[in-house]
């Protein structure tokens, strides 16, 4: 046994060794977690145990969802959200939806997690599974974008579209004039499209 290890076995201490591969693999987890990852050398380094981390689990085979901040100051769609009382009493229920109403509803169990759409309008029903691993908050912005994209196959005029949602995270963060996910952008784009 070299010093090192006998020193380590008396102090009950793991070997040296383990410690430096696991802050390795923690560090090169949160580099790529936070797209600051490149494949400057693949086969030497952070990027060799980046391909043994994405063998071992398939959730560092997932794309981040984070980019540098973007402003969104003049959407062209409205956020609009009540409360459980406005929705059933007095001068505050909602007006009457006019053309392209869709229904939207996430979900996370131990499962993993989906979506599901209602087109009321069209009689469109879809349901989406998103694996194990996509936060809710992902989840309730995808499935307003699942909306979008089903409101793009329609082949009827777009003048109004409505889009109901329980996801107050993901409604406020589509109002918000800056983001830094590449998801939230998505569906800010696709919702300024069917907006025009």
């Known amino acids: 046994m070299n010093p090192t290890g006998a020193i380590e076995a008396l102090t009950g201490h793991p070997q ?6 696991g802050e390795a693999r923690s560090m090169t987890h949160h580099l790529w977690s936070v797209g600051c990852w490149s494949y400057l ?37 409205r956020v609009t959200m009540l409360t459980r009382e406005e929705w059933t009493t007095g001068s505050g229920t909602p007006p009457a939806f006019k053309g392209l109403v869709w229904f939207t509803d996430g979900s996370r169990t131990v499962e993993g997690t989906g979506d599901g759409v209602y087109g009321q309008s ?16 992902q989840v309730e912005v995808y499935v307003i974008l699942a909306s979008v994209h089903e409101t793009e196959t329609q082949d009827r005029p777009k003048k109004y579209v409505s889009i109901c949602s329980d996801g107050q995270a993901a409604l406020k963060l589509l109002q918000a004039a800056k983001t830094t996910s590449p998801l939230l952008r998505q569906c800010q784009k696709a919702m300024n499209v069917i907006s025009t």
């Open 122 to 137: 069209v009689d469109r029903r879809l349901s989406i599974s998103l694996g194990k691993y996509a936060t809710v908050l």
């Open 16 to 21: 040296l060794e383990l410690v430096i591969q």
């Open 41 to 77: 050398h693949p086969s030497q380094g952070q990027s060799c145990i980046l391909t043994r981390l994405q063998k071992s689990d398939a959730i560092f085979n997932m794309g981040v969802d984070i980019m540098k901040m973007v402003f969104n100051l003049e959407p062209k769609y």
